[in-house]
C-alpha cells in the first residue's frame, strides 16, 4: 500500500509577497500568470482582481475576486503586491527538493499549493516506542522541515495524494499532523466536505441543493445512481468515495545543480547588506543539500549589478573552490563571509545567486558511543576552507619533505588531507648513514618565501662560502650559498649565487 | 622533523598585513597549540606588523595595535583552551614589552640552543639552560 506525505501551505503566495516588505499591515496580492496582463505593481488598475488576501485583511472584510477599488475602499491601508506565478513554482520546486530527504519522490501542484512527497516504506525509519510505525514523527519532522523554511504549512499522511491533500486541507490551523492508517482512506473522507472531491463547480453547486453536503453523505447513495450524475469524473470521485486513491504522482526532477536566487527591489552598495542576503540564500542551499545528501566542494556567487551604474560587465562572479565539501549553512557562509569582505562592490546588487557548481555525495561519519566527536576534525574543513577564501589557494597546508638538499626546497605546502608522497630513501643525498638530508654547513634560521634579488654584489662582505649540487636530481649546474653580511639593513644573510648568470639572492637569514 | 608530525602541522601563509585577522581565526578549537610568527624577516616589505583595526585607525602606535592584539587574543585563546605561542625578534625595539604570560629568551649557538626565562608568572625570572643538539638542527629523514 502507497502512503503519501501531502504538505498544504495555505498562506505561501501570501508569505512570498511579504517577504519583501517591512511592516505587517493587511496585504492581497495579484499572481502575475505568463501571458496575463498584469506583470508588476505598476500594470495594475482599479478593476484588477484580488487574487489572494492575508488573514489580517480578511478579518476586515476583504475577499478574493474583489477589485481592487474596491478593497481600498473598505480597507485604505491595504497594501497589493504582485507575485509572479515563476516565484510560486520555484518556492514549491525548493520544497520538494528539501523533502526528497525523506521520500524518494516529490511532487506538487501550482493551484493548489501542496506538495507531495511519496514516503512508502520509509517510516519505520523513524519508528520509537511511542510511535510504532513511525508515521506521526515522520510528518512532525517533515512540519519542523518545512517550517524552518519559514512557511506555514498542514501536513498529513494518507494511502493517496487527493485522500491526504484534502485532510491536510481542512485540519485545523495549529493542529498536529493527521496520519491517516491504512486502509482507513474511506473513513477519513467521510466528514469531510464534497468540495474536496475532484467535482466540477456546477456539480458540487447541484449536490448542495440535493442536501448532500459532506462525502459521507454520497458514500450513502447507490452507486449507480450517483454515478449517472458526476460527469466525466466519475470513475475517480467513485473511487474516492471507496477509499481508493491511485492518483500517480508526477516526480520532482531537481536541477542538477541547485542554485539560490534573491531579487532586490533597491540596488545594495554595502557588504553587510550583501552578507546578510547570502546567509538566507546559504540557509535554503543548505536544505537543498541536505535533500540530496551532498556537500559542495564549489560555490559560485553571482551578483547581478546595476547596468545603469556599471561601466562593465554587468555582473560579478566570486568563485570559490572548496578544500574540503561543505554541506552546513553555517560553513557556507563563514567562507563567503571572508570572500565578500575582501571584494569591492562596484555597482549597486540587483540580484544575487548562490550556485553550487561542484557538489559530492556527503560522506556519513559514524559516531562513537563513548568517545566524543573530536573538535578538530570538525572544526577544521570549516576553518580551511575560511582561510583559503580570504587568503587565496595555496597558502594553507601541511608540510611535505621533498628530496632536495636546498634548505627553501626541502619541504613545500600541500593542501590539507591530499595525499603525500613519501620520498624514496634510495635518493637521498648520501652524506648521512641515516639518509639525511642535512649538509655539515652551517645553515640559515629563517627562510624567505620569496627571494630578494642584490643588486650590488661588490658591497658584499661574503664569510663561509659552499658549493651544491644535486647530483639525483639532474641539475648540471652548480649553486654557491654563502654567509653575507648586509650592511643596509644591518643583518647576517644566507645568499645564494647563481654561476652561470651571475645573480644573487638573500634566500633566509642567519641568528645573531 | 624533530618530533614534529607534519601531518599534524598546519601552516598558514598569511600577508603581513592580515595576519592580525588571520591569527584571531586561526584560534579556533581546531588547534590545540597557534605558533604566530609577528616580526617580519630582515628585508620583507613591512618590519612590523600592520594592522587596519579600528584601534589602529585612531592613530595608536603600531606597538600598542600589537599590544592590543596580543591581550584580545590571551582572552580568546583562554576561552577556547587554546595555548598561543608569540615568535617574536629580539632585536626589535619595543617601547614596552608584550603582555605575554611567559616569555622565553632564546639565543642560538652553533651546537646548542640557550633558553632563559625573561618573564613568569610566579617571578622566576633568569632560570637559563642550553640545550645541544643531539643531532644536527634541521630537517631530517627518519625510518
Given at each position: 500500500?502507497r502512503?503519501i506525505?501531502?504538505?498544504w501551505?495555505p498562506?505561501?503566495?501570501?508569505?512570498l509577497?511579504?517577504s519583501s516588505?517591512l511592516?505587517d499591515?493587511?496585504?492581497a496580492?495579484?499572481?502575475a500568470?505568463p501571458?496575463?496582463?498584469?506583470?508588476?505593481?505598476r500594470s495594475?488598475?482599479?478593476n484588477?482582481r484580488?487574487?489572494e488576501?492575508c488573514?489580517e485583511?480578511r478579518?476586515?472584510g476583504?475577499?478574493?475576486?474583489?477589485?481592487?477599488?474596491?478593497a481600498r475602499?473598505?480597507?485604505?491601508?491595504?497594501?497589493?503586491?504582485v507575485?509572479?506565478?515563476d516565484?510560486?513554482r520555484?518556492?514549491?520546486?525548493?520544497?520538494c527538493e528539501?523533502?526528497?530527504?525523506f521520500?524518494?519522490?516529490?511532487?506538487?501542484?501550482l493551484?493548489s499549493?501542496?506538495?507531495?512527497l511519496d514516503v512508502t516504506g520509509?517510516a519505520h525509519?523513524?519508528r520509537?516506542?511511542?510511535d510504532l510505525a513511525g508515521?506521526?514523527?515522520?510528518?512532525i519532522?517533515v512540519?519542523?522541515f518545512?517550517?524552518?523554511?519559514?512557511h506555514a504549512c498542514?501536513?498529513a499522511?494518507a494511502d493517496?495524494?487527493?485522500?491526504?491533500?484534502?485532510v491536510?486541507r481542512?485540519a485545523a490551523?495549529?493542529?498536529p499532523?493527521n496520519v491517516?492508517?491504512t486502509g482507513?482512506s474511506?473513513?477519513?473522507?467521510?466528514?469531510?466536505?464534497i468540495?474536496?472531491l475532484p467535482l466540477a463547480?456546477?456539480?458540487?453547486?447541484?449536490l448542495?441543493r440535493?442536501?448532500?453536503r459532506?462525502?459521507?453523505?454520497?458514500?450513502k447513495l447507490?452507486?449507480?445512481?450517483?454515478?449517472t450524475r458526476l460527469?466525466?469524473s466519475?470513475?475517480?470521485v467513485?473511487a474516492?468515495?471507496?477509499g481508493e486513491?491511485s492518483?500517480?504522482?508526477?516526480?520532482?526532477?531537481?536541477?542538477?545543480?541547485?542554485?539560490?536566487?534573491?531579487t532586490?527591489e533597491y540596488g545594495i552598495e554595502?557588504?553587510?547588506a550583501?552578507?546578510?542576503v547570502?546567509?538566507?540564500l546559504?540557509d535554503r542551499?543548505?536544505?537543498?543539500l541536505a535533500g540530496r545528501?551532498?556537500?559542495?566542494?564549489?560555490?559560485?556567487l553571482?551578483l547581478g549589478?546595476?547596468?545603469?551604474l556599471t561601466?562593465?560587465e554587468?555582473?560579478?562572479v566570486?568563485n570559490?573552490p572548496?578544500?574540503?565539501?561543505?554541506?552546513e549553512?553555517?560553513?557556507m557562509?563563514?567562507?563567503?563571509r571572508s570572500?565578500?569582505?575582501?571584494?569591492?562592490?562596484?555597482?549597486?546588487?540587483?540580484?544575487?545567486t548562490?550556485r553550487?557548481?561542484?557538489?559530492?555525495?556527503r560522506a556519513?561519519t559514524?559516531?562513537?558511543?563513548f568517545?566524543?566527536e573530536?573538535?578538530?576534525?570538525?572544526?577544521l574543513?570549516r576553518?580551511v576552507?575560511e582561510l583559503?577564501?580570504?587568503?587565496?589557494?595555496?597558502?594553507?597546508g601541511?608540510?611535505?619533505?621533498?628530496n632536495?638538499?636546498?634548505?627553501?626546497?626541502?619541504?613545500?605546502l600541500?593542501p590539507?588531507?591530499?595525499p603525500?608522497?613519501?620520498?624514496p630513501?634510495?635518493?637521498?643525498s648520501?652524506d648521512s648513514?641515516r639518509?639525511?638530508?642535512?649538509?655539515g654547513?652551517v645553515?640559515p634560521?629563517?627562510?624567505?618565501v620569496?627571494?630578494i634579488?642584490i643588486?650590488d654584489?661588490?658591497g658584499l662582505r661574503v664569510?663561509?662560502r659552499?658549493?651544491?649540487?644535486?647530483?639525483?636530481?639532474?641539475?648540471?649546474?652548480?649553486?654557491?650559498?654563502?654567509?653575507a653580511w648586509i650592511g643596509?639593513?644591518?643583518?647576517?644573510?644566507?645568499?645564494?649565487?647563481?654561476r652561470?648568470?651571475?645573480?644573487?639572492?638573500?634566500?633566509?637569514w642567519?641568528d645573531? | 622533523m624533530a618530533g614534529?608530525d607534519?601531518?599534524r602541522?598546519?601552516?598558514?601563509?598569511?600577508p603581513r598585513?592580515?595576519?592580525?585577522?588571520t591569527a584571531?581565526?586561526?584560534?579556533?578549537?581546531?588547534?590545540d597549540?597557534?605558533v604566530i610568527?609577528i616580526?617580519?624577516p630582515p628585508?620583507?616589505?613591512?618590519?612590523?606588523?600592520?594592522?587596519?583595526?579600528?584601534?589602529?585607525?585612531r592613530?595608536?602606535?603600531?606597538d600598542?595595535?600589537?599590544?592590543?592584539?596580543?591581550r584580545?587574543?590571551?582572552?580568546?585563546t583562554?576561552?577556547?583552551g587554546?595555548t598561543a605561542?608569540?615568535?617574536?625578534?629580539?632585536?626589535?625595539?619595543r617601547?614596552?614589552?608584550l603582555?605575554?604570560?611567559?616569555?622565553?629568551?632564546l639565543?642560538?649557538?652553533?651546537?646548542?640552543?640557550?633558553?632563559?626565562v625573561?618573564k613568569?608568572r610566579h617571578?622566576?625570572?633568569?632560570l637559563a639552560?642550553a640545550?645541544s643538539?643531539?643531532?644536527k638542527?634541521?630537517?631530517?629523514l627518519?625510518g
Amino acid at each position: 500500500m502507497r502512503r503519501i506525505v501531502a504538505v498544504w501551505l495555505p498562506f505561501l503566495r501570501i508569505e512570498l509577497a511579504r517577504s519583501s516588505l517591512l511592516d505587517d499591515g493587511p496585504l492581497a496580492l495579484v499572481v502575475a500568470r505568463p501571458g496575463g496582463g498584469v506583470k508588476d505593481e505598476r500594470s495594475l488598475l482599479g478593476n484588477t482582481r484580488l487574487d489572494e488576501v492575508c488573514p489580517e485583511a480578511r478579518s476586515r472584510g476583504l475577499r478574493p475576486r474583489q477589485t481592487i477599488a474596491s478593497a481600498r475602499a473598505r480597507c485604505a491601508e491595504l497594501r497589493v503586491r504582485v507575485v509572479a506565478l515563476d516565484a510560486v513554482r520555484e518556492a514549491l520546486s525548493r520544497i520538494c527538493e528539501v523533502l526528497l530527504a525523506f521520500g524518494a519522490t516529490a511532487s506538487f501542484d501550482l493551484e493548489s499549493n501542496v506538495v507531495w512527497l511519496d514516503v512508502t516504506g520509509c517510516a519505520h525509519l523513524y519508528r520509537s516506542e511511542g510511535d510504532l510505525a513511525g508515521e506521526a514523527t515522520l510528518a512532525i519532522r517533515v512540519q519542523a522541515f518545512v517550517e524552518k523554511m519559514n512557511h506555514a504549512c498542514r501536513v498529513a499522511i494518507a494511502d493517496g495524494p487527493r485522500v491526504a491533500a484534502a485532510v491536510a486541507r481542512l485540519a485545523a490551523s495549529g493542529a498536529p499532523p493527521n496520519v491517516v492508517p491504512t486502509g482507513e482512506s474511506r473513513a477519513a473522507l467521510r466528514g469531510l466536505p464534497i468540495a474536496v472531491l475532484p467535482l466540477a463547480e456546477n456539480s458540487i453547486r447541484w449536490l448542495a441543493r440535493l442536501g448532500m453536503r459532506s462525502v459521507g453523505d454520497l458514500q450513502k447513495l447507490p452507486r449507480q445512481s450517483l454515478s449517472t450524475r458526476l460527469g466525466a469524473s466519475a470513475a475517480t470521485v467513485m473511487a474516492l468515495l471507496d477509499g481508493e486513491d491511485s492518483t500517480p504522482l508526477t516526480a520532482y526532477v531537481p536541477p542538477a545543480l541547485p542554485e539560490e536566487t534573491a531579487t532586490l527591489e533597491y540596488g545594495i552598495e554595502l557588504t553587510e547588506a550583501l552578507l546578510f542576503v547570502v546567509k538566507g540564500l546559504s540557509d535554503r542551499m543548505a536544505l537543498r543539500l541536505a535533500g540530496r545528501a551532498m556537500a559542495a566542494t564549489r560555490l559560485e556567487l553571482v551578483l547581478g549589478l546595476d547596468r545603469a551604474l556599471t561601466p562593465g560587465e554587468p555582473h560579478s562572479v566570486l568563485n570559490q573552490p572548496l578544500s574540503a565539501p561543505l554541506a552546513e549553512a553555517s560553513e557556507m557562509l563563514a567562507v563567503l563571509r571572508s570572500r565578500i569582505e575582501s571584494f569591492t562592490i562596484e555597482a549597486p546588487v540587483l540580484t544575487v545567486t548562490l550556485r553550487v557548481a561542484e557538489m559530492v555525495a556527503r560522506a556519513a561519519t559514524p559516531l562513537h558511543l563513548f568517545v566524543p566527536e573530536a573538535k578538530a576534525e570538525r572544526a577544521l574543513p570549516r576553518l580551511v576552507a575560511e582561510l583559503e577564501a580570504e587568503l587565496g589557494p595555496g597558502r594553507v597546508g601541511t608540510l611535505a619533505l621533498t628530496n632536495r638538499w636546498l634548505p627553501h626546497e626541502r619541504s613545500r605546502l600541500i593542501p590539507i588531507g591530499s595525499p603525500r608522497v613519501e620520498v624514496p630513501h634510495t635518493l637521498v643525498s648520501p652524506d648521512s648513514p641515516r639518509g639525511s638530508l642535512l649538509s655539515g654547513a652551517v645553515e640559515p634560521t629563517r627562510l624567505l618565501v620569496r627571494a630578494i634579488p642584490i643588486d650590488d654584489r661588490a658591497g658584499l662582505r661574503v664569510r663561509v662560502r659552499q658549493a651544491s649540487a644535486e647530483w639525483w636530481t639532474g641539475e648540471a649546474w652548480t649553486r654557491d650559498f654563502a654567509m653575507a653580511w648586509i650592511g643596509s639593513i644591518p643583518a647576517m644573510a644566507w645568499v645564494e649565487i647563481d654561476r652561470r648568470g651571475g645573480q644573487t639572492w638573500i634566500r633566509g637569514w642567519m641568528d645573531g | 622533523m624533530a618530533g614534529v608530525d607534519l601531518n599534524r602541522l598546519a601552516v598558514v601563509r598569511s600577508p603581513r598585513k592580515g595576519l592580525l585577522r588571520t591569527a584571531v581565526k586561526v584560534r579556533s578549537e581546531a588547534f590545540d597549540v597557534v605558533v604566530i610568527d609577528i616580526d617580519s624577516p630582515p628585508g620583507s616589505s613591512s618590519i612590523a606588523v600592520d594592522d587596519e583595526g579600528p584601534s589602529r585607525r585612531r592613530g595608536q602606535s603600531r606597538d600598542e595595535t600589537l599590544e592590543v592584539f596580543v591581550r584580545k587574543l590571551a582572552l580568546l585563546t583562554a576561552e577556547v583552551g587554546v595555548t598561543a605561542i608569540l615568535l617574536t625578534d629580539a632585536t626589535i625595539v619595543r617601547s614596552s614589552p608584550l603582555p605575554v604570560a611567559l616569555r622565553l629568551e632564546l639565543t642560538r649557538t652553533e651546537r646548542a640552543i640557550s633558553v632563559r626565562v625573561g618573564k613568569e608568572r610566579h617571578g622566576r625570572i633568569g632560570l637559563a639552560r642550553a640545550i645541544s643538539f643531539d643531532t644536527k638542527p634541521g630537517l631530517e629523514l627518519t625510518g
